[in-house]
């Protein structure tokens, strides 16, 4: 099992920048992807975006690509740039990882553990 506590959370006013980090203890060594997800009051959690342990591949949902970049150290750590946020990315982040080669990467129920998450505001 692997162990994950997000931070870099907070509010900002649209159009700011806020990066997140995930950091990994455990069984990291058996970690094939690391991704994060959201989940805004009364939606159902969503896919954001993802990454391979070599980060040689990133994968974004629609909604966020062009504004966020996902990065890794290895497997001990995932990040999460977002920029030229908007009201709509309000959201609880919460960062996961899966030890399976084959992934589908925006199924959440892939994931084998996740992190409590980090709340993330922002103002209009």
């Known amino acids: 099992q692997v162990h994950l506590v997000e931070s870099g959370g907070g509010s900002v006013q649209a159009g700011g920048s806020l990066r997140l980090s995930c950091a990994a203890s455990?069984?990291?060594?058996?970690?094939?992807?690391m991704g994060w997800f959201r989940q805004a009051p009364g939606k159902e959690r969503e896919f954001v975006a993802a990454i391979n342990r070599f980060g040689t591949g990133t994968y974004y949902s629609d909604s966020v690509k062009g504004r966020f970049i996902i990065s890794n150290d290895n497997t001990k750590a995932v990040y999460l740039q977002m920029n030229s946020l908007n009201p709509e990315d309000t959201a609880v982040y919460l960062c996961?990882?899966?030890?399976?080669?084959?992934?589908?990467?925006?199924?959440?129920?892939?994931?084998?553990?996740w992190g409590q998450g980090t709340q993330v505001t922002v103002s209009s």
């Open positions: 455990g069984r990291t060594s058996s970690i094939w992807h």
């Open positions: 996961a990882v899966d030890h399976n080669y084959s992934l589908t990467y925006n199924d959440l129920d892939a994931y084998d553990d």
